[in-house]
Nanobody
Framework: QVQLVESGGGLVQAGGSLRLSCAAS????????MGWFRQAPGKQRELVASITSGGSTNYADSVKGRFTISRDNAKNTVYMQMNSLKPEDTAVYYCYGIIRDYRDYEGPYWGQGTQVTVSS
């Protein structure tokens, strides 16, 4: 059973920073892309940032220059440093990983979500 466990959400004032972490555990053969989606109330879930196993990154236009995604392949962990936070960044943030497990199944696994609230 593969699990992704997130941490690091919380309440912060506009202009502040938070760092999200997400660790994959279980019987894992390999981890391909990892990343973060977010979903604000009344809105669709959107991709925030992603990173391949080789370190190539992709960001939503709304967070470029403010968020930085990174990963530690040895720990199967992805991080996202969020700076200059804005009230519109308020959402539940979900990490995901494209993971090949012990059954040789490769598919998306999701974290439980962590709330990020930015006050104005």
């Amino acid at each position: 059973q593969v699990q992704l466990v997130e941490s690091g959400g919380g309440l912060v004032q506009a202009g502040g920073s938070l760092r999200l972490s997400c660790a994959a555990s279980g019987i894992i053969f390999s981890v391909n892309a990892m990343g973060w989606f977010r979903q604000a109330p009344g809105k669709q879930r959107e991709l925030v940032a992603s990173i391949t196993s080789g370190g190539s990154t992709n960001y939503a236009d709304s967070v470029k220059g403010r968020f930085t995604i990174s990963r530690d392949n040895a720990k199967n962990t992805v991080y996202m440093q969020m700076n200059s936070l804005k009230p519109e960044d308020t959402a539940v943030y979900y990490c995901y990983g494209i993971i090949r497990d012990y059954r040789d199944y490769e598919g998306p696994y999701w974290g439980q979500g962590t709330q990020v609230t930015v006050s104005s």
